[in-house]
């Protein structure tokens, strides 16, 4: 992972809605949210996060869509120091984690890797009867395109934790070689503040799911 340079709050919201908007199991949701807040998609698609009246507009979209900061999906959610933009390469996938979420359990045999997941999918096997289509077809496009950034958090450059991009991670797992020259956007936490959200990445402690 190589440090590109440093960016915001405002930035990553932005690349996470956009992950969504373009996500087949979460745009229509989010088209609801915004259509509900009165708002339109170009808040998204056309983003400017030097315009603070977007910004707070896009914060009022996650709160709503997604609970952030403190809610739903961000329960527990650690106070972020600071954000990067970094390069990936193929080596990274060894070091991040879907997040301790029943799918992505079963999905990884317990293990949270991308790789693994990858494995299950490869073998056939659907968890909870959801299709893994969308995986496969997200293996052909990847051949001869880019995704957009992944979201990760991390608090010792050792384990990353996806916040934002599991189906391109997973996609990922196919074929490492692909993560390479990709981006992510990385929060750096405490221990402390992670402990809270997600203990499994403390350094020296075993990533295993609830369940396993």
């Known amino acids: 992972m190589r440090l590109i340079r440093k960016t915001n709050e405002a930035e990553m919201i932005l690349e996470f809605l956009k992950g969504e908007l373009n996500s087949s199991r979460f745009n229509e949701d989010l088209n609801r949210t915004i259509k509900e807040l009165g708002l339109s998609t170009n808040i998204i698609i056309t983003g400017n996060i030097e315009n603070d009246t977007e910004n707070i507009d896009r914060l009022k979209i996650m709160k709503k869509f997604r609970g952030y900061p403190n809610e739903k ?50 073998n056939g096997i659907e968890i909870y009867e959801v299709s893994n289509q969308p995986f496969l077809d997200g293996v052909e496009y990847n051949k001869t395109n880019k995704f ?32 390479n020259e990709t981006y992510a956007y990385v929060g750096y936490t405490t221990n402390e503040e992670m402990r809270k959200y997600d203990q499994r990445m403390l350094t020296g402690e075993e990533v295993r799911t609830r369940k396993y």
């Open 73 to 122: 999906l961000f329960e527990n959610f650690p106070k972020i120091n600071e954000w990067k933009y970094c390069e990936l390469n193929e080596k990274d996938i060894d070091d991040i984690y879907y997040i301790d979420y029943d799918y992505w359990n079963e999905l990884s045999n317990g293990t949270s890797k991308p790789v693994e997941a990858a494995k299950v999918i490869n």
């Open 148 to 179: 957009p950034p992944v979201i990760l958090i991390t608090c010792n450059n050792e384990k990353y934790l996806i916040i934002e991009g599991h189906s391109r991670m997973t996609i990922y797992g196919f074929n490492p070689s692909k993560l």
